[in-house]
């Protein structure tokens, strides 16, 4: 996600300085080439041969000192960098930024930087809600530095509130969302829907399949690190919003349908990527049927096709991609789908292949076109796969366009 680009992480002096060891680590992970800067005070917390250890880089905390290399002096650091993190960020460095005071390396190369400065603040919540720190919050926000919020919970003075350093993915998710990826789904609106659906037998039992969400979040969270407005709507899963997304809950297929919708008008791509039930109960029992009566007969119906509505009603120069899953005639299945549902892209899922499908977290596609283009197969985590089908729906939408 972020190889080659250049990071400068900034330390201030909180005790969540600790975290930013994390913070580092998973930067590196990511392939980016980490340079750190602590602060003095950050120094009394966490020693830097920590981030030294983790980046492999010497750590910077004195401006005077003799520059170890000249591409660390603060000059060279600042016109480098892909992005900043400031994380922990104290009251004291958000304020000497918002003041425009440059008294140490810290404050000095954030100041003569170019690059997206990210700034998580972490301090007592007294502090963190103190009218000084809102307003310069309040500034530097409308002078496009990007804040994350605080968590709340218990803070280590003893107090419950907001004021905690969020976890390290959530702060590099937010680096990626900033850096990782060229925007070139800006301004497009993607709905993308995601995990199964429940169908109601009664109050405490339904119909259900195995699918995890895990496709159909990573395509959403692949769209907003491109840039598009994405609205993901999910059925029941486990996982939580991929950052930046507009995440719409639901419950059965007749939600799905109703939410799907709302959206499906002004979107420019459609991914639907959601494992519908085809079949639900014709009638779920308003109470819990008892298990000393006689074994039930469910009678089901079939569930509305909301793929089949989409296509019926595709707006000109909108991109409809569907996916479809079988145990057997995969492509004939697929290709019959594509046509009768005016599609035009289809990621057909062979559920005999290993590592494939529901769960796991890589998955084989083969994508076939409406447009009549050439047919393959991607292979990988299941990223690769959701950025691959973005990539060509996009495709797709802009040759409707006459954009090629
Ligand atoms: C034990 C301890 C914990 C502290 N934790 C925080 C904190 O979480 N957030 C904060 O803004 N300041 C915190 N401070 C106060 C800062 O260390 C202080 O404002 C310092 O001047 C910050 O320097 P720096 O911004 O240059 O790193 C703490 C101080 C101590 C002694």
Redesign the pocket.
Known sequence: MLKGKNIVLCV?????AYKAAGVASSLVKLGARVDVIM????C??VAPLTFRSITKTPVVTDMFAEPMTLEIEHISLAQRADAFVIA??????IG?IAGGIAD?M?STTVMATRAPVIIA????TN?YENPIVQENIKKLSSLGYIFIEPDSGRL??GADGK?RLPEPEAIVERVCLEIAREKDLAGLKVLVTAGPTREAIDPVRFISNYSTGKMGYAVARMASLRGAEVTLVSGPTALSAPMGVKLVRVNSAEDMYTAVTDFSREADIIVKTAAVADFRPAAANENKIKKDGSVPEIKLEKTRDILAELGKNKPAGQALVGFCMETEELIASAEKKLKSKNLDIIAANDLNTPNVGFAADTNTVALLFADGSRSYTVSGKKEHVADTILSEALRVWKDKRGEA
């Open positions: 201030s002096g909180g005790i969540a602060t003095r005070h950050a009394e917390f922990p960020a104290t009251a004291n460095v000497k140490d810290l603040p972490a301090m007592n502090m280590a003075c004021g």
